[in-house]
């Protein structure tokens, strides 16, 4: 059972245009979440996250929105650049006792073109 | 730049063998968390250590086993190997109650 989904697997955008990446939950005890971005043949790179108690955070060219009612968040970057191009990952944890274990979704491919 | 190291980058084995992958964090993460990436799908939790004992682990069997070391270095080790159990092995590291984890390049496992 998938609790984090990310239903879009590809995402082409153009160079300067808004890239908007989704993500949808389904356990209701998740109380952050985080973006990484991931290149081929390298780890997962921390992104932005953001906490249950915020609805929004931002950082630069990336900006994610939660949505705790519709158990939904979304990556926004602004302007997209050709290095944008990644494998984009949402991920949730949740207080469970001393440990905080990273649920992920599949991921969203995005190709930012020239 | 994580701070996160990995070794071996490739691994090749065959069914039924034992294999022993490497990390190497960085002073100040206390807690180091494994993750198994099959191809097309997102990480998958397998277990974490924090001050050398097991804190917490996900939906694998016991085949999988590691170890945390004082010096801030850890193995995952997965004995019988099965074919299914070729992936990517990413190695993480944080700080307790702390959600932000750094990770490694990952070590690819291919099990012939």
């Known amino acids: 059972d998938q609790q984090v989904k990310q239903n879009s697997p590809s995402l082409s955008v153009q160079e300067g245009r808004i890239s908007i990446l989704n993500c949808d939950y389904t356990n209701s005890m998740f109380d952050y979440f985080l973006w990484y971005k991931k290149y081929p043949a390298e780890g997962p790179t921390f992104l932005i996250s953001i906490s249950s108690i915020k609805d929004k955070n931002e950082d630069g060219r990336f900006t994610v929105f939660l949505n705790k009612s519709a158990k939904h968040l979304s990556l926004h970057i602004v302007p997209s650049q050709p290095g944008d191009s990644a494998v984009y990952f949402c991920a949730a944890s949740a207080n469970a006792g001393n440990n905080r274990k990273l649920i992920w979704g599949l991921g969203t491919s995005l190709a930012v073109n020239p | 730049e994580t701070g996160v190291t990995q070794s071996p980058t490739h691994l090749i084995k065959t069914r039924g063998q034992q294999v022993t992958l490497r990390c190497s964090s960085q002073s100040g993460h206390n807690t180091v968390s494994w993750y198994q990436q099959a191809l097309g799908q997102g990480p998958q939790f397998i277990f974490q250590?924090?001050?050398?004992?097991?804190?917490g682990r996900g939906n694998f069997p016991p085949r999988f086993s590691g170890l945390q070391f004082p010096n801030y270095s850890s193995e995952l080790n997965v004995n019988a190997l099965e074919l299914d159990d070729s992936a990517l092995y990413l190695c993480?590291?944080?700080?307790?109650?702390?959600?932000?984890?750094?990770f490694g390049p990952g070590t690819r496992l291919t099990v012939l």
């Open positions: 993480a590291g944080g700080e307790r109650h702390n959600n932000e984890q750094f």
């Open positions: 250590y924090y001050r050398e004992e097991e804190n």
